[in-house]
């Protein structure tokens, strides 16, 4: 089964980029074939994969607007499990015609349906800062969400505002999405902002927080300057080996679900276990 994740919340410098990019480099690095999706305008993926678009040529715009084929807008990069489409909103023009485009809920789900994208394993997608448009268009099409949440109460009042969006998505375009999970990033232990913060995620959200805490690194913003993944740029960093945890958490998880329901669908075990997350929304 693919999973198709959108790494999404109305707040910008959540810490979605450095989410999208490290879970899904992490990923490659645990040999599950990974396509990395750049849904952002402001092209952060490429800055943080050290992508030069002047080169490489083909973004999901142009799929959009059915300029080029899928296949020429996948390109490789240092990983080999992990490919990238880019974005690249070069000209106001160009905005303006995404907005037009993005006004169609369903824009990109037939487009996940092509067969050049039906061998990835893990489909994980970078959504800007709002909710209008391409994550709106992002969580139509996919099978769950990842919302990273920072300390502090503009996080929380995001977060909020991300699970009423997703009440919106699951009652029309997208009954199916789940919620991956609340993902803590730019951890610090033993802050007032990250007691205060986790104090209401656990009352309100306890159910969807992963296991997995991203602390704050210093390797993140560094490996970014050097157009690396962290796994690449400094594999042993705190920051590094939080997201390949948290790739081990996902994974695991869809393999005892599948095993789950291999074990249920042959009959081998009478009592299945309880479902693992990714789970409905709930509490909201
Ligand atoms: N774990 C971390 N430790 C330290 N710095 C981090 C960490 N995660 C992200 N950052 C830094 O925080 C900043 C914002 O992160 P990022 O670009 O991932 O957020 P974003 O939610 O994608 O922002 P935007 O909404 O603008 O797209 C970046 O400079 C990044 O390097
Ligand atoms: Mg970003």
Known sequence: MRKIIAVAVPKGGAGKTTTAVNLAASLAVAEKKTLLIDFDPSGACSIYLGFDLAVHEGDIFDVFTFTKHISKVIHKTD???????????????????????TNNPYLFTNILNHEELLGYEFIIIDCPPYIKGLTTIALTAAKSILVPVRAGQISL?????????????????????AIEGILLTMYEPNTKAWTL??????????DYIFKTVI???????????????????????????????LAEE????????????SETKSGSKSEAKAEPTPQEPQNI
Do not use: C
Request: glycine letters at 4%; aromatic letters at 10%.
């Open 250 to 261: 996902i994974i695991s998880r869809y393999a005892s679900k599948e095993e789950t329901n």
């Open 79 to 101: 990983l080999p499990n992990l490919d990238f489409i880019p974005t690249n909103i070069s000209s106001m023009q160009k905005e303006e015609r995404l907005a037009r485009l």
């Open 157 to 177: 009042i995001a977060l909020k505002k991300m699970f009423e969006h997703i009440k919106w998505i699951k009652s029309g375009v997208n009954k199916n999405l």
């Open 197 to 206: 913060t986790k104090e209401e995620l656990q009352n309100k959200f306890g």
């Open 215 to 245: 602390p704050k690194n210093v390797s993140m913003p560094e490996s970014e300057f050097f157009g690396k993944p962290a796994v690449l740029f400094n594999a042993t960093s705190k920051g590094s080996l939080a997201y390949l945890a």
